[in-house]
């Protein structure tokens, strides 16, 4: 993992990690002075000829913008800070977590509701920080097989309270 200044990319080029065998994924705090990325395996599964899955099987870090304080975290996916960057968001192995950045107060936003098969087209997905950081956005499939997708947004304060704000029709075939 590299980073450069805009006005001299090639002379201030300057490695900040060598993990390997690769980082992906990176992710800037919104300060800028940190960056989470993930390292290791990128598995691609095609399942039943149709469907493609793409996953991590991976380890989170997070790392100074200067290549100090590197450390790991209970993630195996990208972290996203949020815009005031006290809290990260991150997807585990049964749902969507919110935590500190030491990982001390971790809770479990958007839990999923699958059977027990590895994939679950039903699982919400791509979420992302309000602008204000009081919500979380996320797509999900409403409707299994039918061809739905729903926009919901979850109040942080009360995850309970999810909202469905849109649904979008997808062909499928």
Known sequence: LYV???????SS???ISNIRPAVYKPTWS??????????????I????????SETFAGRAFI???????LRQIKAN????WSPDGKLLLYRGDDGYYICDENQINTYLLIPYRRPPVKLYLN???FAIWSPDGKYITYVKEIWPGLGALGIYIVPIEN???QICIAVKNYEIN
Not at 4 to 10: A, E, H, L, V
């Open 45 to 52: 599964n095609t399942l039943s000829g149709r469907w493609r």
């Open 77 to 80: 996916e990208p972290v996203l």
């Open 30 to 43: 919104p300060d800028g002075q940190k960056i989470s990325f993930v390292s290791d395996k990128y598995i």
């Open 4 to 10: 450069t200044s805009i006005d001299k990319p090639y």
């Open 13 to 15: 080029l300057k490695a």
């Open 63 to 69: 790392v100074n913008n200067n290549g100090t304080g």
């Open 159 to 161: 995850p309970k309270k």
């Open 123 to 125: 699982d919400p997905s």
